[in-house]
Nanobody
Framework: QVRLVESGGGLVQAGGSLRLSCAAS????????MGWFRQAPGKEREFVAG????????FYADSAKGRFTISRDNAKNTVYLQMNSLKSEDTAVYYC?????????????????WGQGTQITVSS
């Protein structure tokens, strides 16, 4: 069983930056595809960014392209999401997730494991 714990959320002004971390335990982290999702109040959970097992392939939602960067450190069992130029519409609970497949997928149901989420609030 893989356990995922996010950290790094908080309150930030529009235009600011935050770095989220997601620490994994209980599994072979380097074999998992990792993704970041977010869910705003009243909205469905949506894909933000994903990275394959080696870090050689990444994929971003249009809303994240050019502003967010996903990366991973398999030696530390951790995946990161660097978020720059934050906007009020980025306000949401952010979740990291893991799945055992080979390819990054944007579909939440494809992910086997989820963290508890971390709140990000961007004030305008």
């Amino acid at each position: 069983q893989v356990r995922l714990v996010e950290s790094g959320g908080g309150l930030v002004q529009a235009g600011g930056s935050l770095r989220l971390s997601c620490a994994a335990s209980g599994g072979t982290f380097s074999t998992y595809v990792m993704g970041w999702f977010r869910q705003a109040p009243g909205k469905e959970r949506e894909f933000v960014a994903g990275i394959n097992w080696s870090g050689s392939s990444t994929f971003y939602a249009d809303s994240a392209k050019g502003r967010f960067t996903i990366s991973r450190d398999n030696a530390k069992n951790t995946v990161y999401l660097q978020m720059n130029s934050l906007k009020s519409e980025d306000t949401a609970v952010y979740y990291c997730a893991a799945h055992r497949g080979m390819l990054v997928t944007t579909i939440p149901q494809s992910y086997n494991y989820w963290g508890q989420g971390t709140q990000i609030t961007v004030s305008s």
